[in-house]
Nanobody
Framework: VQLQASGGGLVQAGGSLRLSCAAS????????MGWFRQAPGKEREFVAI???????IYAGAVKDRFVISRDNFSRILYLQMNSLKPDDTAVYYC????????????????WGQGTQVTVSS
């Protein structure tokens, strides 16, 4: 499985970005897909997961600002990020959920290479 994240960049606080994650995953439609992020000197943390059933879960820090979605035909996972804050600065990773708690990175078994998001104040 290959996951290719893109769409990161430099944006001012209050701005928006949309991240994409292209997946070479045969069973993308039935896979649960998530986004994590890792800021310098910090642990990789959960951002959001989109279940194959269509529902989603968000971390409290991004709820009501970020929207996770997918295009099953194109096998792309998205993360629309609005009202960005400097605290959102991190490398963002997409991953496939294997089993267990969606909040734990150990529950994911395939990771993309990450895309840098920098939010200036």
């Amino acid at each position: 499985v290959q996951l290719q994240a893109s769409g990161g960049g430099l944006v001012q606080a209050g701005g928006s970005l949309r991240l994409s994650c292209a997946a070479s995953l045969q069973f993308f439609r039935t896979s649960d897909m998530g986004w994590f992020r890792q800021a310098p000197g910090k642990e990789r943390e959960f951002v959001a997961i989109n279940w194959a059933s269509g529902s989603s879960i968000y971390a409290g820090a991004v709820k009501d600002r970020f929207v996770i979605s997918r295009d099953n035909f194109s096998r792309i996972l998205y993360l629309q990020m609005n009202s960005l804050k400097p605290d959102d600065t991190a490398v963002y990773y997409c991953a496939t959920h294997r089993s267990g708690s969606p909040y734990l990175k150990e529950s994911y078994n395939s990771w993309g290479q990450g895309t840098q998001v920098t939010v200036s104040s």
